[in-house]
């Protein structure tokens, strides 16, 4: 199983950018994907969340602004930004909850991080 992410770049303040990040290999199940951050200097941080049955959850410092979805068919998860501030740059990583073919639970796994940077 393995987790590919996309869609970073540079964008200035108030800008908007979609990361996507999809899964792949022998899955049978996907529990919940999210997205998470870690800016310079800081803590690695949980941005969004959503569950297999669509339940959402955001930081405070995102909502509002951010929205997450998934396709569950497709096993994906995107990331879509709005009024992107500069406190915003970092490296954002998605995450799944994934149970492969002929495994008896979900194993954590993340993507291989993608950079946002927001700046004029």
């Known amino acids: 199983v393995q987790l590919q992410a996309s869609g970073g770049g540079l964008v200035p303040p108030g800008g908007s950018l979609r990361l996507s990040c999809e899964a792949s290999?022998?899955?049978?199940?996907?529990?919940?994907m999210a997205w998470y951050r870690r800016a310079p200097g800081k803590e690695r941080e949980l941005v969004a969340r959503?569950?297999?049955?669509?339940?959402?959850q955001y930081s405070d410092s995102v909502k509002g602004r951010f929205t997450i979805a998934r396709d569950n068919a497709k096993n994906t998860v995107d990331l879509r930004l709005n009024s992107l501030k500069p406190e915003d740059t970092a490296v954002y990583y998605c995450?799944?909850?994934?149970?492969?073919?002929?495994?008896?639970?979900?194993?954590?796994?993340w993507g291989q991080g993608t950079l946002v940077t927001v700046s004029s």
């Open positions: 995450y799944g909850q994934v149970q492969g073919s002929g495994e008896y639970y979900p194993r954590e796994y």
């Open positions: 290999g022998s899955i049978y199940q996907i529990d919940a």
């Open positions: 959503a569950s297999s049955s669509g339940r959402t």
